[in-house]
């Protein structure tokens, strides 16, 4: 069970853009902060916010996946709870299970909830026997001739294509379409050898492909004593290879429909003995408003901060106050809250070149955007170069207007009012996006990038150069940098 103590400092076992925005709010909350890094991330912002920073090791990547290494970080620190953030350990119930061993809070869902709800197969099979709608779909497959023949029987059954899927996969990583018979007999070995290496498990299962669906999902709270909220739904459908880029509170959908996936997502939660913060993930088509169950993130979400934006709700604060045993009492007024928030993720990464990361370049001038509506959850400045070594996320923007036209026009206005020179980044891609007349319209679904081609079509440095030029002037005119601010 998790840990009804009061909490007085947290370790933040995470990195860069969370790890900041961890620390924010325990520190709002007036307890203690303690941030790990590997020494590739020395010079990261994350650090300097934090009351206190113990090395873990040279990493890259392996000592943030440590699990001794972070027990022992919160012993030496004298942290009596850590949170996970996303990645890394956060979906281990094997470090949810060493914290509770070491008397540790937790905060996320308890071991036993992060082990079953990390298999999809597992996932699946709670959610029928609720009556809960899933994609339709078989466990998983059996090895050598038997598994084959099974999956040909289904796909013959169900019909082409399929989705062929690693039981344990996450990320985006390990899906795989499946246009015939004869593909499923090559993909199949290469998805099992795909899932062993990746996710060191190689189960696979196979579900119905959906057509151009829309990817839903709802946030949900649970407190330790069975109460379960909703804080409404979230529309990620425009993604890069089945991993999410934009990302739209609430989802466009008639009310009755998101009433309806929001009272799915609360009897999934309670189905699965959840606690603590999660979401429930859903396939919408578009055409009938059906829905199906896919999956159960039992974490803090990357793109939290919409719904956070929406409903005014710190899902980090509720997290804490959840660990420490409190009732959940959110005013149910935060539920129904008007308008719309739309997260970009600003990644060193150029679009145009397969998204290739652009670790390794300075950042030799930051300047963000403000003003009403805006939220950055950041780690760049003026001067920080960026790691090789991790994923090239630099700055979430989240905009909130009162409705879809204004959240755009917000959206299009600040990412032109952002300047980063050094590296390439998806902003021009964004800008791009900004002036497309589907997503204008809000009409997208999972297919948006594979059917607008036309939005890597856009200026490269035009904004910057322009930018840059005036900046020069006007350093020349008044021998102060007037940005600098
Ligand atoms: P992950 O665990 O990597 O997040 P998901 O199961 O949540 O994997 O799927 C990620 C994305 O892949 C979805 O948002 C959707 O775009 C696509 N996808 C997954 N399953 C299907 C399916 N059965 N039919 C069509 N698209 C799917
Ligand atoms: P308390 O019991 O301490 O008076 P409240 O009833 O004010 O707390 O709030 C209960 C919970 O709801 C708190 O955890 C708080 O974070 C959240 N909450 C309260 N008011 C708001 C608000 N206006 N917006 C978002 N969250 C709120
Ligand atoms: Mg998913």
Redesign the pocket.
Known sequence: MTTGKKINKVLVANRGEIALRLIRTIKELGLGSVAVYENPDKEALFIRFADDAIMIGDGPRKDYLDIDRMIWAARKSGADAIHPGYGFLAENPDFSSACEKADIAFIGPPPNVIHDLGN?VVARKIMKKAGIPV?P?TGNLASGEEGIKDAIEFGEKCGFPL?L?ASS???????RKVEDKKDLLVQIPLARAEALHAFNDDNIYI????EN?R?VEIQILADQHGKVIHLGSRD??I?RR?Q?LIEIAPADLPVDVLESMCETAMLAARESGYINAGTV?F?VDPATNKFWF??I?TRLQVEHTVTEMLTGVDIVREQIMITQGEHLKIPEVRFHLLGKAIQVRVNAEDPRNNFMPEGGKRVEVYQSPGGPGIRLDGIAYQGYKIPTEYDSLLVKMTVRGHNWEQAVQRLKRALNDFLIVGPKTTIPFYLAICDEPDFQKGEFN?SYLDTHAEVFDYPENKREIAKLSQLIAEIHAKKINPYAY
């Open positions: 999809k994609t779909g989705m899927k996969g996450g990320g985006g990583r390990g899906i579900e119905k492909y959906i669906p990817h990620c459908s993604q089945h999410k993930e396939l896919m999956e993130n999972t």
